[in-house]
């Protein structure tokens, strides 16, 4: 060890490595445009304001957006709010 270096354990590399690919991997499924369709739906953007933002039709960002729901697995139920629980998962994992 060189003077003023640190030593860090290897497991504890391992286990940050782990943890950032883990927290990642949920985006992973997602394909570019996706991401993109999130992050503008992050902002709180409407869907009419998401495909003018990124020159799609309205019914392409619908397309877009019920893949990611589908990705992400977030099921229609009748308390969730697919579109908040998308946002959380993009926010968590940026």
Same mark, same amino acid.
């Given at each position: 060890?060189? *003077?003023?270096? /640190?030593?860090? +354990? !290897?497991?504890?590399?391992? =286990?940050?490595?782990?943890? +950032?690919?883990?927290? #990642? #991997?949920?985006? +992973? /499924?997602?394909? !570019?445009?996706?991401?993109?369709?999130?992050? *503008?739906?992050?902002? =709180?953007? &409407?869907?009419? /304001?998401?495909?003018?933002? %990124?020159?799609?039709?309205?019914?392409?960002?619908?397309?877009?957006?019920?893949?990611?729901? &589908?990705? %992400?697995?977030?099921?229609? *139920?009748?308390? %969730?709010?697919?579109?908040? #629980?998308?946002?959380?998962?993009?926010?968590?994992?940026?």
């Amino acid at each position: 060890m060189t *003077e003023g270096g /640190s030593v860090i +354990d !290897p497991t504890v590399i391992e =286990g940050l490595v782990a943890a +950032d690919r883990a927290k #990642s #991997s949920e985006l +992973d /499924s997602l394909t !570019p445009r996706e991401v993109e369709v999130l992050g *503008e739906m992050a902002q =709180g953007k &409407s869907n009419t /304001s998401i495909a003018a933002a %990124l020159v799609l039709s309205e019914r392409a960002i619908e397309k877009h957006t019920n893949s990611i729901f &589908s990705k %992400l697995g977030l099921s229609e *139920e009748r308390d %969730l709010n697919r579109r908040v #629980s998308a946002v959380l998962v993009y926010l968590q994992n940026r």
